[in-house]
């Protein structure tokens, strides 16, 4: 468990009511984001965002396989969230179980809600045969903030996810995936919302909290945002509670900063994407 | 309950302002009124020399417990080593623990007097039920008890032969069948005690036994 | 994967793998019946009913039915941590557990808890921890046991409430009760009700044009704090501003 | 008073005994109230919930331990192919005796006790002489009745299996009775319904209807279980006199009278006279329960 001293923790609480936290930014401000796309060969599509020292990996697997009896029509979805035992010692054992079952259920939230992510497109034989999408993500480090770094990271994968083309002989219910590198689609994610989280320390709170703030919060929102500005989850964390007030000032700050937080990720998907195009292979170690 | 509907409280209620009342057992303070913390009937104590009114919420039930430091426990002695002995503590005070705590006698608290000479096994042998207080919340697996006391120690224990042992000195106790004499660290008084409890508690059972008996037969009819 | 052999192990199996046929709801065409059989106001609680002191075994317990909810909640302790460090305040622990028939609309639920289960126990841990007076019961645990014997609905805020009286009725000191109920969004007419039953919560959690959801608060209304927030689906910021 | 039957507690109880009556105003010979109610959970295709003693507000001593066992059992009928050995499909009982019941169990697996009554109870329900499965064919139809006729055909031949889940809600002694008397007014309010499978090989359950199955219960079987302490038997045992005891005896009879199992644990051995008694004792409890239990139907 990562713990700061008494003092320590009295100067950050101090600066936050003063609106300024101790690496300089203010309350509501996030760090520098950086996030690269396509960083993993082997899968079809991954992204890799660092928010100061937290260092996420995600990657999308495809998979064929039957659908769920109650949804015949639809894709499946399997998320897996591992935070990397050698990251933090809270990783080790019970506690980064936790950990990763609460990462995991929040990101499977955002992602299989139907408005946000339309699993019929996934549907290959109806009743018979559907994508499996994996979604694996690996917290390399830990700076603060995994939510948030996660759900970034899940957008930009999906965002460089390539699905390969497969012919379909309907009468003979045989299908042949298409290993055409140039035959793909593109997943659609415009909707697909990212987290913004907040943690509320001493009376005031903070977004994209560092490692240190974060042991002293009482409180973390996790508000998921989409691109319109709708409310996608919410999920309080921590041991504290929160009054009503303050939870609306959060989440109309969520909308604020979850679109702008989206403007931008797009733009920069946008960007790797054409590049993308032009130089082909991008290194996993090559330049930070 | 009996108090009627208009005592009774339930836990976050407000029960008045800290200028008049003081918090007592099953209250807590929040900014300046005193809340009630569990669900009971509310009480209200006059202060001494005219100081505030203490409040103060009755539970309705045994409430939970747990050991405190100062608290006289009932133990039952587990293990015995030269250096201290385990008990699991049955019961605090005179309210009865529904799941028992460890605790731990060692060597230095067993008496008030020549401390370095105790031979534990001349104090305490397992399945012995002792009196002791708890002087601090121990390490992270036992509370730390003691029994340097005049009227803690031993009160009730089993001889070899098994029945049950009659104190005659604060140092030894006998087997009322064979006669021989076991080492303890008696309790003052434990005969006193325990042999009135007991008595009291038979008195108790045969006349509730009469009760019983008495409603079934009514209700039978 | 352990999981599974761990169920397979210790308990009987059917000699072949069986399917649990699917609800009538699923039936084609009968989907959109689900929402329009709404039998009382948007702001209205489905009848409740609430008993403590049901499990003598205990130091606390309550059942909560709402409807055909059915939520049993049993307190032991404060206990003895085993095994653990020295900790200057009692532990809270939550297991909350379907039990395997709880549900009709999904297949049978293991007998070990799976993620959501797990997730739900932390979520109530989170719910109740700040409600309680933990700094009364030094180097103890208070361990709090969850089972919903049938879920239309509500099984999270129902097993909060219900976990509450629970450890009111062991006698265990406190801050304050902590009520929760949920509401939801619906995604046809973006109206907002109280209460969702569990054909209700699943279509709105499917959502559509004006978002869909259900949200699940836990709040201590003597302090007027929130403990517990947690949404599933999608919701407009406007509707927050209540 | 509550001191004393914590920290003594056999002298406690003897001093009872000595006068032929237990801590809770029971005589020897007198069981607890068996109340069931049936059908509280819609979620599942038959359940029921057994409560044993407290049905009515009881006198209580000291207030410590004992408030009444109870238990639910609730039933799901699942689909699959049949077997040679299974061909009329199958109960499958578990029980599970969470950490909710008593503060003697644990998360984590079903404890020796929980698993031990489950394989007693598997035995006592697959009994062909008990129950009779063979009514329990699986009766499907088409959804949209397809042209085709040899598609008609291609249904397979299903049987059910029904999970029947005892879960213990406050174990209070006796678990093996209540849990038995819960599983059997289960079994008999069983309703399996009528499935249509639609085109995309979707299986669906209609709504129970008067055309949903039953199952055929040919003799309800009661048990009771009896608690040796010392010389004397006592009837259903309360948790506290279990642990006491130095072996728990359980006779199960049937609704015609006679005896079908008597299952017996401990070491101390019971004389021929005794056995006769609580033979006897059974037997006539068996007559009130049974009759609890049909009016449930």
């Known amino acids: 468990m990562f713990k700061i001293s008494e003092s320590e923790r009295e100067y950050l609480v101090g600066g936050i009511l003063q609106n300024v936290r101790n690496d300089g930014r203010a309350n509501l401000d996030f760090r520098s984001i950086v996030v690269k796309t396509g960083v993993l060969t082997q899968t079809h599509g991954s992204a890799r965002v660092q928010l100061a020292n937290t260092d996420v990996l995600v990657g999308i697997k495809l998979e064929t396989g039957e659908p ?57 034989i109806p009743g018979k045969l559907v994508w499996i999408i994996y979604i694996d993500a690996m917290v390399l480090d830990s700076g603060g903030n995994l939510f948030d770094a996660i759900s970034l990271g899940t957008r930009a994968a999906l965002h460089n996810t390539m699905v390969p083309h497969v012919d379909v002989n309907i009468e003979a219910e045989e299908f042949t995936v298409s290993d055409d590198p140039e035959s793909f ?50 999920q309080k964390g921590g041991h504290g509670s929160i009054d009503p007030t303050t939870m609306y000032q959060m989440i109309a700050s969520a909308k604020k900063i979850g679109m702008r937080l989206i403007e931008g990720l797009d733009k920069t998907l946008h960007t790797e994407s054409n590049d993308l195009q032009s130089k082909k292979n991008i290194g996993f170690f090559i330049d930070q | ?54 409040l103060s919420v009755k539970k309705e039930k045994e409430p939970s417990i747990v050991p405190d430091i100062k608290s006289i426990v009932t133990a039952r002695v587990t293990r015995v080593n030269p250096r201290f002995v385990n008990v699991s503590i049955l019961c605090v005070g005179d309210r009865v623990l529904r799941e028992p705590f460890a605790g731990m ?12 000479k105790v031979e534990i096994y001349k104090c305490f042998r397992p399945g012995d039920i002792v009196l002791a207080e708890v002087i601090s919340l121990g390490d992270s697996r036992s509370y730390f008890l003691s029994t340097a006391k005049n009227e803690l120690g031993v009160i009730f224990a089993k001889s070899v032969a098994g029945a049950t042992m009659v104190p005659t000195s604060w140092e030894s106790m006998m087997c009322p069948k064979t006669k021989t004499k076991e080492f303890r660290k008696v309790a003052k008084g434990a005969s006193l005690s325990s042999s009135i409890n007991v008595n009291c508690t038979t008195v108790t059972l045969l006349q509730t036994k009469t009760d019983l008996l008495n409603t079934t037969q009514c209700l039978r009819r | ?74 307190i032991y302790g404060p206990r003895q941590i085993p095994k653990m460090e020295f900790s200057e305040k009692a532990k809270l622990q939550c297991d909350f557990k379907f039990a395997t028939f709880a549900e009709s609309r999904r297949e049978r639920r293991k007998y070990t808890a799976d993620k959501e289960e797990k997730e739900f126990s932390m979520l109530m ?118 | ?51 044993i003693g407290n049905t009515h507000g009881s006198q209580k001593l000291g207030g410590g331990g004992g408030d009444g066992t109870s238990v639910t059992c609730a039933i799901v009928a699942e689909v699959g192919p049949p077997t040679d050995a299974t061909p009329n499909g199958q109960i499958i009982v578990n029980v599970e005796m969470t950490p909710i019941c008593s503060s003697r169990f644990r998360t984590g697996k079903p404890t020796e006790e929980a698993q031990a009554l489950g394989h007693w109870l598997n035995e006592l329900v697959r009994s062909p002489h008990h129950l009779s499965l063979e009514d329990m064919k699986v009766k499907m139809t088409r959804h949209e009745a397809v042209e085709d006729d040899e598609e008609e055909d291609s249904l397979p031949g299903m049987v059910w299996y029904l999970y029947a889940d005892v879960y213990c809600i406050n174990h209070d002694g006796s678990i093996g009775d209540a849990a038995l008397i819960a599983l059997f007014s289960a079994i008999q309010n069983v309703r399996l319904p009528q499935l249509v499978v639609t085109k995309e090989n979707q299986m669906i359950a209609m709504p129970i209807d008067a055309s949903s199955g039953r199952i055929n219960i040919l003799h309800h079987l009661v048990p009771t279980t009896f608690a040796i302490i010392d010389e004397q038997v006592l009837v259903d045992p309360s948790a506290e006199e279990e642990e006491l005891s130095s072996g728990l005896l359980t006779i199960v009879t049937r609704s015609d009278g006679s005896l079908v199992t008597i299952r017996k644990s401990g070491g101390t051995s019971l004389d021929d006279e005794k056995l006769k008694q609580c033979m006897k004792t059974a037997a006539e409890r068996c007559k009130t329960v049974e009759k609890e239990i049909k009016s449930q139907r």
């Open chain 2, 1 to 54: 309950m009996q108090n009627g509907n208009q005592s009774l409280v339930c836990p976050g209620e407000r029960l008045g302002h800290t200028d008049t009342f003081e918090s007592g057992e099953g209250t807590y303070i929040l900014g300046n009124y005193v809340h009630a913390s569990v669900i009971g009937a509310r009480e209200e104590t006059a202060g001494k020399d005219g100081g505030k009114t203490l």
């Open chain 4, 1 to 51: 008073m509550e001191s004393f039957r914590k920290i003594y507690s056999s002298e406690f109880h003897k001093k009872f005994l000595a006068h032929n009556v237990r801590p809770d105003g029971r005589s020897l010979d007198d069981a607890r109230n068996t109340k069931i109610s049936v059908n509280s959970f819609g979620s599942s295709n038959g359940s029921a919930f057994v409560r």
């Open chain 3, 1 to 74: 994967m352990a999981a599974r052999r761990v169920e397979e192990r210790y308990r009987s199996n059917a000699p072949v793998t069986t399917v649990r046929p699917l609800h009538h709801s699923f039936l084609p065409g009968s989907q959109a019946t689900n929402l329009a059989k709404r039998d009382r106001k948007r702001n209205e609680f489905r009848q409740f009913f609430m008993k403590t002191g049901i499990i003598g075994q205990a130091s606390g317990s309550a059942y909560l039915e709402m409807a055909n909810t059915k939520i049993i909640c049993g």
């Open chain 2, 105 to 116: 006698i060692r060597q230095q608290d067993v008496r008030a007097t020549e401390i370095d």
């Open chain 1, 68 to 124: 769920e009896a109650q949804a015949p029509h639809h894709g499946r979805i399997h998320v897996s969230v591992e935070c990397c035992p050698s990251a933090s010692p809270e990783f080790e054992g019970r506690g980064g179980e936790s950990l990763n079952n609460e990462l995991t259920l929040v990101i499977e939230r955002i992602i299989k809600d139907t408005s946000s992510f339309d699993l019929s497109k996934f549907s290959i």
């Open chain 3, 125 to 242: 841990v989170q719910a109740l921890e700040s409600s309680l007076i933990l700094e009364k019961y030094p180097k103890s645990v208070i361990d709090c046991y969850v089972i919903v014997l049938e879920n239309d609905g509500g099984a999270l805020n129902g097993a909060i409430t219900c976990a509450s009286m629970a450890l009111a009725n062991a006698g265990i000191e406190m801050y304050d009760l902590v009520a929760a109920a949920s509401i939801g969004l619906n995604p046809l007419n973006g109206e907002i009700l109280l209460d969702p039953t569990e054909a209700e919560e699943i279509e709105y959690k499917k959502g559509g044009k004006k978002g869909g959801g259900v949200v699940t608060i836990g709040f201590m209304p003597g302090m007027n704090e929130i403990t517990q927030i947690w949404q599933s689906g999608q919701i407009p910021q406007e509707k927050w501003l209540l």
């Open chain 1, 185 to 234: 689609t593109r997943i659609d994610v415009s909707d697909i919302p990212i987290s913004v989280t907040f943690c509320k320390i001493g009376s005031g709170y903070v977004v994209d909290a560092s490692i240190e703030e974060e042991s002293c919060m009482s409180v973390r929102t996790t508000v998921g945002v989409n691109k319109k500005g709708n409310i996608c989850t919410l």
